[in-house]
């Protein structure tokens, strides 16, 4: 069924605009008359995508991103209503009707239109990858096939909350002391390039001060600074081009993700983070039914650690040979002896999607007065070296203007 965009008022005489899905034009009038729109403009979106492919814009669908909370809600008000057994096709005319954000309504509302054709729920979504990915598709297919889909899809609201909380936590615990360090800098900067210069003018006009070690280096750092500034800016720029480049081939992503899991203090925190990921991800697949081996398969994409990734294919392969998840998970020495314990006794007892439910909220639990305490630390560390930095630079100028009152006086 085709799909219009259209611009008109409503009742009030407020502006709107949105999507509506009929089968021609004056149908799709109709239909936006009984709603009590005013419809001033209406433009069939497959004719207007033609004209912009003719015109040598990209062929392919949008591949803008949805926000987490957005697909998180659509997913939330697709469970309520066919918990109320309201046919699929209206469920998902309704969440597109609903939603806000454009790249999702329209998603959907092609999506409606692909199952209402007899197309599979699960393979209307693989059109949208850039907006659902393999754990949302793979669920979503469990449960078309065992006739869950309304608690597959609550379960999938909750696992996509509970990582984009997880995440947003570990991002703003970087943030605060980021935005510290990056002040700190700039004032450095600002003092050694604008302000130090202008004092040493003063100096140089009474010859037979006697300047302090700690000014002469203060003043050989504004120097180089003025003088040398685009060669750091240009090893600044090369380093990180380096850095980039290197840790896009395999070898370098690998070295720099097992970095990550020993740096000081972020390594315990890295290493929590990744064990949560791989625990609530693989929790939930098992309980929506998704087979051990595909669930494996998924989980190794979503911890993003070419290291802990390894264990992980170790592991699946154990148990395409009929052994253990623990065994193989316990020799990488990647997860905490508390999870293979946890995961050993899930397997024994065929509890196993409870167990790393539990493990997965002690993790996060742990991450979170992870992050607090780190957060707590290093917020006074930044400011005290930023007060130490301005305090020597501050005590190498204040020596010569006392030296200057005794030589006035």
Same mark, same amino acid.
């Given at each position: 069924?085709?799909?219009?965009?259209?611009?008109?008022?409503?009742?009030?005489?407020?502006?709107?605009?949105?999507?509506?899905?009929?089968?021609? =034009?004056?149908?799709?009038?109709?239909?936006?008359?009984?709603?009590?729109?005013?419809?001033?403009?209406?433009?069939?979106?497959?004719?207007?995508?033609?004209?912009?492919?003719?015109?040598?814009?990209?062929?392919?669908?949008?591949?803008?991103?949805?926000?987490?909370?957005?697909?998180?809600?659509?997913?939330?008000?697709?469970?309520?209503?066919?918990?109320?057994?309201?046919?699929?096709?209206?469920?998902?005319?309704?969440?597109?009707?609903?939603?806000?954000?454009?790249?999702?309504?329209?998603?959907?509302?092609? =999506?409606?239109?692909?199952?209402? $054709?007899?197309?599979?729920?699960?393979?209307?979504?693989?059109?949208?990858?850039?907006?659902?990915?393999?754990?949302?598709?793979?669920?979503? $297919?469990?449960?078309?096939?065992?006739?869950?889909?309304?608690?597959?899809?609550?379960?999938?609201? $909750?696992?996509?909350?509970?990582?984009?909380?997880?995440?947003?936590?570990?991002?703003?615990?970087?943030?605060?002391?980021?935005?510290?360090?990056?002040?700190?800098?700039?004032?450095?900067?600002?003092?050694?390039?604008?302000?130090?210069?202008?004092?040493?003018?003063?100096?140089?006009?009474?010859?037979?001060?006697?300047?302090?070690?700690?000014?002469?280096?203060?003043?050989?750092?504004?120097?180089?600074?003025?003088?040398?500034?685009?060669?750091?800016?240009?090893?600044?720029?090369?380093?990180?081009?380096?850095?980039?480049?290197?840790?896009?081939?395999?070898?370098?992503?690998?070295?720099?993700?097992?970095?990550?899991?020993?740096?000081?203090?972020?390594?315990?925190?890295?290493?929590?983070?990744?064990?949560?990921?791989?625990?609530?991800?693989?929790?939930?697949?098992?309980?929506?039914?998704?087979?051990?081996?595909?669930?494996?398969?998924?989980?190794?994409?979503?911890?993003?650690?070419?290291?802990?990734?390894?264990?992980?294919?170790?592991?699946?392969?154990?148990?395409?040979?009929?052994?253990?998840?623990?065994?193989?998970?316990?020799?990488?020495?990647?997860?905490?002896?508390?999870?293979?314990?946890?995961?050993?006794?899930?397997?024994?007892?065929?509890?196993?999607?409870?167990?790393?439910?539990?493990?997965? $909220?002690?993790?996060?639990?742990?991450?979170?007065?992870?992050?607090?305490?780190?957060?707590?630390?290093?917020?006074?560390?930044?400011?005290?070296?930023?007060?130490?930095?301005?305090?020597?630079?501050?005590?190498?100028?204040? =020596?010569?203007?006392?030296?200057?009152?005794?030589?006035?006086?």
């Amino acid at each position: 069924m085709p799909i219009f965009e259209y611009q008109g008022l409503n009742t009030t005489g407020k502006n709107v605009k949105g999507i509506v899905d009929a089968e021609s =034009i004056r149908a799709a009038k109709l239909k936006l008359k009984k709603e009590g729109l005013f419809v001033t403009q209406l433009t069939d979106k497959k004719k207007k995508a033609t004209q912009s492919r003719s015109k040598g814009s990209p062929a392919q669908k949008s591949r803008k991103k949805v926000p987490v909370s957005d697909l998180a809600l659509m997913t939330r008000q697709l469970s309520t209503l066919i918990k109320a057994n309201i046919p699929l096709v209206d469920a998902l005319s309704a969440v597109a009707d609903q939603i806000e954000n454009p790249t999702l309504s329209e998603a959907m509302s092609d =999506i409606k239109n692909m199952v209402n $054709e007899g197309s599979p729920l699960y393979k209307a979504l693989l059109k949208y990858n850039n907006i659902f990915d393999t754990i949302y598709t793979s669920m979503c $297919e469990a449960g078309e096939m065992s006739g869950s889909l309304d608690i597959i899809l609550l379960r999938l609201a $909750e696992f996509t909350e509970s990582q984009n909380q997880l995440r947003s936590k570990v991002k703003g615990a970087l943030t605060y002391p980021v935005i510290m360090l990056a002040v700190t800098m700039s004032l450095l900067v600002f003092l050694f390039v604008f302000v130090i210069p202008k004092i040493v003018v003063v100096f140089e006009s009474f010859p037979e001060l006697k300047l302090p070690f700690v000014t002469l280096v203060t003043i050989g750092i504004s120097n180089v600074l003025i003088n040398y500034w685009f060669v750091f800016l240009g090893v600044g720029i090369a380093s990180w081009l380096f850095f980039t480049q290197w840790k896009s081939t395999p070898e370098g992503k690998r070295r720099w993700d097992q970095i990550q899991l020993q740096m000081p203090l972020f390594g315990e925190m890295n290493r929590m983070v990744a064990v949560s990921r791989f625990t609530r991800t693989l929790s939930t697949l098992l309980t929506g039914g998704v087979p051990m081996i595909a669930a494996m398969q998924t989980v190794r994409n979503v911890v993003d650690n070419d290291i802990i990734a390894e264990a992980i294919d170790q592991a699946k392969d154990n148990i395409s040979e009929g052994e253990s998840i623990a065994g193989p998970l316990k020799k990488s020495n990647q997860f905490p002896p508390i999870v293979i314990h946890m995961i050993s006794i899930g397997e024994k007892t065929g509890d196993l999607e409870n167990m790393l439910t539990h493990v997965s $909220e002690a993790f996060e639990f742990q991450v979170k007065n992870k992050i607090e305490t780190l957060t707590g630390l290093m917020g006074p560390v930044v400011l005290v070296i930023m007060g130490l930095a301005i305090g020597v630079i501050v005590f190498a100028v204040m =020596i010569p203007m006392f030296e200057l009152t005794n030589i006035g006086g």
